[in-house]
């Protein structure tokens, strides 16, 4: 099934920028690659919650390898599509799952101009039109500037421990009885 969210479209940013926002496809691995190197160390750490100097290819399959299924991911691209600026993904633990943990990184250079909140909208929406029930996100507690654009886009607070903040949103509204 092919969902409206799927196909490319173009977002003008509040300072008039643009960005081509996409499907990320599994042969864009050097792109994807590129676009997490060109984050400053500090948004590299707050996206992985380590620091990454270099990416295990392991680790750029598991990134680069979606099924628009159980594992999707839109690129944000410049209009030139030449550079990577953003990447949103969620991943359902299982096929059949209904609930599936969001994840995005936004280049330093492109946060601030609406950018963020766009793609986590659009995460919002496919999940909800795929059938998804439940969306979570984890974030370091020091980020509040993750947990601001999570919870202007609806998601709410509801645990965490240590350094660690849990943010989720349900697409379905809970049957009582």
Known sequence: MIL???HPRDFALAD???VRIRPLRAAERATYEAAVYSLSP???YLRF?????KMSERMLDQMTQVDGDRHVAWLAVTPDEGTGVAVVRY???ADNDQSAEVAIAVADDWQGGGLCGELLRQTVDHARLAGLDLLTATTLRE???????????GFAATRGSGIYRELEIRLKARRSG
């Open 49 to 53: 919650f380590t620091p990454i100097e």
């Open 16 to 18: 008039g920028r643009s």
């Open 143 to 153: 980020n509040s500037a993750a947990a601001g654009v999570l919870q202007a886009t």
């Open 4 to 6: 409206p969210t799927q």
């Open 91 to 93: 991943v359902r633990a």
């Open 42 to 44: 500090r948004s590299r």
